[in-house]
């Protein structure tokens, strides 16, 4: 089993709730559970996780070299990227990337849209290892993609189908 830290809260009550963060599992446990509650738990999400991941259409592998072409063809390869996978935990998000540690999620609401939209996703996110805020320089960075405008409006127009 790959490496799993437990994360307990005061605050916490009754929801348990784990997630991948690169090669480690976090598990989120409220402080008053049993540690042989904990470890049943503990071994069920893990596995629902490995079977999530299983059935993925696209594997996180594809991300990666996905993000290592669009880093090569439109920013000098500069953005490189520790690891590239899609989460089921984004629902205001398209893609989120943390620069300390590189490593960028695509939220799996984005699995079946256009290439052109994961693409300018995935793109934007690599742009955040070069550039880690919204300013003038990170969206010159994503300016030369082709594909960015009408990819922004279509991502605009299913968040508004969706409110």
């Not at 402080?31 to 596995?47: M, N, P, Y």
């Not at 996110?125 to 990170?138: D, G, V």
Request: with cysteine.
């Amino acid at each position: 089993m790959a490496e799993v830290e437990i994360r307990r809260s005061t605050r916490r009550r009754r929801t348990i709730r784990a997630y991948r963060e690169g090669d480690k599992t976090i598990v989120l446990v409220p402080a008053h559970l049993s540690r042989a509650r904990e470890a049943e738990h503990v071994r069920e999400l893990v596995e629902r996780l490995d079977r999530r991941e299983a059935r993925r259409p696209s594997g996180d592998e594809d991300l990666m070299v996905r993000a290592r072409a669009l880093s090569d063809r439109w920013l000098d390869g500069r953005a490189v990227p520790a690891s590239v996978r899609w989460v089921t935990n984004q629902s205001s998000r398209w893609g989120s990337c943390t620069s300390v540690d590189r490593t960028i999620r695509l939220s799996h609401r984005l699995q079946g849209m256009p290439d052109d939209v994961i693409d300018y996703v995935l793109l934007h996110e690599l742009a955040h290892l070069i550039e880690a805020n919204h300013s003038k320089r990170l969206w010159a960075l994503i300016s030369q993609f082709p594909h960015g405008e009408r990819s922004r409006g279509f991502l605009e127009g299913v968040s508004w189908q969706q409110r």
